[in-house]
């Protein structure tokens, strides 16, 4: 049997694979052997993803295009894969993104667009993938979360809270499916080199330009946390501050400075 430690010719399904983190994720994966299935509404950037992987490590690439902020697209893909025959051994809940403003200066469909996709959408996807895994035995779930969850953000409020969801539902599956041998991480990055900002429409503040980290590093911990079984990890000396700080403040001296930290 494959230990847990090496997860060579396994399959793992990345989701937001197009740009960022995805492309990272997938990246570390294929130079361990790792096939992928990568998943995204984009395809051209997948496609040409796949193709420098197949090329550079000699696995296995599927490229699924799909709207992942649609409901029942977890089981939809679910049902794709398993009529190809594969079974998903790691996943990787990668997509999501970020809105930044007043909520009233939102648009509520693209609001709730952005709720589906962090939040019910991962959960359909860790159910769905996540009962396979517990019925083999064995499986690997990493949710990407954001130290953003650890804090009432304004301007963020309900990207914020989204990822406040993802962290909680991480920490907690990593108790209730430990004894059926499926591990559960939290990744909860700061801010990444990756194009968070530009989606979300916030130019850099000087706090996030100062704490930016590289996105591949950021990733590497992620699953370095999910092969070691870690419930939940924060990456960066400048991130584990601001999450220790904000567990000490009162949490309206928290929203007060998370506002001030997060204006242009």
Known sequence: MTSNRDWTGQWALVTGASSGFGVDFATLLAEQGVNLVLAARRTEPMEALAAEL?????????????????????VALKARLDAQGLAIDILINNAG?????????????????????????????????????AARGRGHILLVASIGGYQATPTYAAYAASKAYVLLFGEALNAELAPQGVKV???????????????????PTLYQRLLMMKSRPVAALGLRALKAGTPSVVPGLGNKLTVWSARLAPRRLQTWMAARLMAN
């Open 97 to 133: 993104y970020g809105l930044y403003g007043p909520l009233l200066s939102q648009p509520l469909d693209r609001t709730l667009d952005m709720l589906q996709l962090n939040t019910a959408s991962l959960t359909e996807l860790t159910h769905v993938f996540g009962t396979a895994m």
């Open 185 to 203: 991480s939290v990744l909860s990055p700061g801010i990444t080199a990756t194009n968070f900002l530009a989606v979300s429409g916030q130019r």
């Open 54 to 74: 197949r090329s550079r490590h000699g696995v296995q690439v599927r490229v699924e295009g799909i709207d992942l902020a649609r409901a029942g697209a977890g």
